[in-house]
């Protein structure tokens, strides 16, 4: 997860996704942002393909120095998956081939 002022992108195994706009923490550390989420494919991305993008609802809660997110499309209710981030940790990422 890379954070910005303006904006927040999100790679995932086979998957990215992005936020607009600041993510802001309530008194209790917790946020809901909306945003995108974009499934990827292995092999070759032929000319014209149009990406499999889906509206998104990212929330969670933030303490110290770990991030608890969970990412759900808006547009049928599936979850993606719950994730536990830690600052300055690169993570493990496996992009589809």
Request: aromatic share 4%.
């Given at each position: 997860?890379?954070v910005?002022?303006?904006?927040t992108?999100?790679?995932?195994?086979?998957?990215?996704g992005?936020?607009p706009?600041?993510?802001?923490?309530?008194?209790?550390?917790?946020?809901?942002?909306?945003?995108?989420?974009?499934?990827?494919?292995?092999?070759?991305?032929?000319q014209?393909?149009v990406?499999?993008?889906?509206?998104a609802?990212?929330f969670?809660s933030v303490?110290?120095?770990?991030?608890?997110?969970?990412?759900?499309?808006?547009?049928?209710?599936?979850?993606?998956?719950?994730?536990?981030?830690?600052?300055?940790?690169s993570?493990?990422?496996?992009?589809?081939?």
């Open positions: 997860m890379t910005a002022d303006a904006a992108h999100l790679e995932l195994d086979c998957a990215h992005d936020i706009g600041a993510i802001t923490l309530d008194g209790r550390g917790q946020f809901d942002v909306a945003g995108v989420f974009v499934r990827e494919h292995g092999g070759p991305i032929p014209g393909e990406p499999d993008s889906h509206p609802k990212y969670g303490a110290s120095t770990t991030m608890v997110l969970t990412i759900r499309l808006s547009d049928s209710s599936e979850l993606i998956g719950m994730f536990t981030l830690a600052r300055g940790s993570g493990r990422v496996l992009k589809c081939l």
